[in-house]
T-cell receptor
């Protein structure tokens, strides 16, 4: 089955701890993305990567970090600097268009709760 | 469908009726638009997309209309079914020719009544 996997589905952490969320895709997509979703709201872009070993900040990158060492993997670390880390985190991937945009495929999400 | 705070706009329809979900987008230079369906606790699923050189595109039971003059996008669902109950998001690519960054609207909750 081709697709995007995120693990774990639910994650609980104590305040002050860093936590890393996993995202893996076997769609051979060049581009990958991380979004945050708060209750009753839309998706906000945290970081994105259009190619291995390169990534850019999205609209709400503060308190987060990413790496892109392999094409199929794009882990997100939520650091202790993130003031309100409790949220639903979604990873996505897409073909990298040459001057054109394409649909993004989403994983099932990880719900992070920090207390 | 814009929303304030935690209250999503809600559209309630009877099973079998047609649904129309609206979205106002912000950037007149956006060249790609997409609709997603999100069920509770799950990731968004692609429904249909449209590029700015078109004003209408049809899929299976769904139609997307694009009005660039007023920066308005709509999703029409024919013969709405209980399984269509979900939150629907529109998204626009605000970086034409420069990447695949999507900006999402706040969503509309569709409730199908039996």
């Amino acid at each position: 089955d081709g697709g995007i996997t995120q693990s774990p589905k639910y994650l609980f952490r104590k305040e002050g701890q860093n936590v890393t969320l996993s995202c893996e895709q076997n769609l051979n997509h060049d581009a990958m993305y991380w979004y945050r979703q708060d209750p009753g709201q839309g998706l906000r872009l945290i970081y994105y990567s259009q190619i291995v070993n390169d990534f850019q900040k999205g609209d709400i990158a503060e308190g987060y970090s990413v790496s892109r060492e392999k094409k199929e993997s794009f882990p997100l670390t939520v650091t202790s600097a993130q003031k309100n880390p409790t949220a639903f985190y979604l990873c996505a991937s897409s073909t990298k268009g040459q001057g054109a945009a394409y649909e993004q495929y989403f994983g099932p999400g990880t719900r992070l709760t920090v207390t | 469908g814009e929303s304030v705070g935690l209250h999503l706009p809600t559209l309630s329809v009877q099973e079998g009726d047609n649904s129309i979900i609206n979205c106002a987008y912000s950037n007149s230079a956006s060249d790609y638009f997409i609709w997603y369906k999100q069920e509770s606790g799950k990731g968004p699923q692609f429904i249909i997309d449209i590029r700015s050189n078109m004003d209408k595109r049809q899929g299976q039971r769904v139609t997307v209309l694009l009005n660039k003059t007023v920066k308005h996008l709509s999703l029409q669902i024919a013969a709405t079914q209980p399984g269509d109950s979900a939150v629907y998001f529109c998204a626009e690519n605000m970086a034409p020719g420069g990447g695949n960054k999507l900006t999402f609207g706040t969503g509309t909750q569709l409730k199908v009544e039996l």
